[in-house]
């Protein structure tokens, strides 16, 4: 059973870089996608992007100049980071695990919420 | 961008009502459309993938059909643990998207 854990600051500064990391556990890392998403307080649901296990990525194109992500196969772990951080990109970071085959988003982590705030 | 709209927004039912939930893309998504159910405070959980297969320990009462543009989410038997907002997801291309959510409330 696949398990996703992420970590990171939960406050940060207006104009700053928000950065996450999202551990993955109980399964390999390889041969899937993954997935950041974010959910703004009582909103809905923003898909930010994806990173494969070989390391080629996918953006939104509404946040791709600020977003980069990237995984470490080593450490089962992969990040994300946006930049220029303003008070709407407060929100709860997923981290996801997407399959090749299906498509299917099928594996969340529990999600941690990050301010933008001076 | 694929658009996802979902109707209604928000739905009041009693438990043992049948609930259907509609997902329309702006384009042509053939059989690309999942499922999740979120409870508030966590993490969106998986229902239906491709337009209509039920994932892993999902109960049966859960069934989703549609093709290209329409689809439906339907809950056959609402059970207390079922309220909750579902939403719709395309996964035919990038960027991913998402409808804005359907909550379903007690009656």
């Known amino acids: 059973q696949v398990q996703l854990q992420e970590s990171g600051p939960g406050l940060v500064k207006p104009s700053e870089t928000l950065s996450l990391t999202c551990t993955v556990s109980?399964?390999?890392?390889?041969?899937?996608?993954w997935t950041w998403i974010r959910q703004p307080p009582g909103k809905g649901l923003e898909w930010i992007g994806f990173i494969y296990s070989s390391g080629s990525t996918n953006y939104n194109p509404s946040l791709k100049s600020r977003v980069t992500i990237s995984i470490d196969t080593s450490k089962s772990q992969f990040s994300l980071k946006l930049s220029s951080v303003t008070a709407p990109d407060t929100a709860v970071y997923y981290c996801?695990?997407?399959?090749?085959?299906?498509?299917?988003?099928?594996?969340w982590g529990q999600g941690t919420l990050v301010t933008v705030s001076s | 961008d694929i658009q996802m709209t979902q109707s209604p927004s928000s739905l009041s039912a009693s438990v043992g009502d049948r609930v259907t939930i509609t997902c329309r893309a702006s384009?042509?998504?053939?059989?690309?459309l999942n499922w999740y159910q979120q409870k508030p405070g966590k993490a969106p959980k998986l229902l239906i993938y491709?337009?209509?297969s039920l994932q892993g320990g999902v109960p049966s009462r859960f069934s989703g059909s549609g093709s290209g543009t329409d689809f439906t989410l339907t809950i056959s038997s609402l059970q207390p643990e079922d309220f909750a907002t579902y939403y719709c997801q395309q996964s035919f291309s990038t960027p991913r998207t998402f409808g804005q959510g359907t909550k379903v409330e007690i009656k």
């Open positions: 384009q042509n998504i053939f059989s690309y």
């Open positions: 109980g399964d390999s890392i390889n041969n899937y996608y």
């Open positions: 996801a695990r997407q399959s090749v085959n299906s498509q299917k988003i099928d594996s």
């Open positions: 491709s337009t209509s």
